[in-house]
């Protein structure tokens, strides 16, 4: 095994040198896996200093949100009742409750406030 081959190398050079070249191509390989892991680093670093700023400030929206969302309710929940009450005295009285000005806007502002109600909180799901 130690004989020269025909290209004046032994067998057992021969060896050496194909491991020493799967060696440096292995070497390549990690090193270009670092180098792309170096690039992915930088591009993750730019994207959180670029988008930490916004998602603190949707989560701080998403706190005000909800809480809108709840002050609607309450709104809405002192209105109907209120609004209800004059269609019905109004209707005994033998009115048209749109006859009302204030019962006319309501409608109005009854339907513009269940819009944004379910803006506000179709957003939180």
């Known amino acids: 095994?130690?004989?020269?081959?025909?290209f004046g190398k032994t067998y057992k050079e021969y060896t050496e040198a194909v491991e020493k070249f799967e060696l440096s191509k292995t070497e390549k390989v990690e090193l270009g896996l670092v180098d792309d892991l170096g690039k992915l680093n930088?591009?993750?670093?730019?994207?959180?200093?670029?988008n930490s700023?916004?998602?603190k400030q949707f989560v701080d929206l998403k706190k005000e949100m909800k809480s809108l969302e709840g002050d609607?309710?309450?709104l809405i929940k002192k209105f109907r009742p209120v609004k209800?009450?004059?269609?019905?005295?109004?209707?005994?009285?033998?009115?048209k409750p749109a006859d009302i000005p204030q019962y006319k806007t309501a409608?109005?502002?009854?339907?513009?406030?269940m819009d944004l109600f379910n803006l506000i909180s179709n957003s939180l799901r």
């Open 1 to 6: 095994m130690n004989k020269p081959t025909p």
């Open 42 to 50: 930088k591009q993750l670093q730019n994207f959180i200093s670029k």
């Open 53 to 55: 700023k916004v998602a």
């Open 72 to 74: 609607s309710e309450k």
């Open 84 to 95: 209800t009450e004059i269609f019905n005295q109004a209707k005994a009285l033998g009115l």
């Open 107 to 113: 409608q109005g502002v009854d339907g513009d406030m």
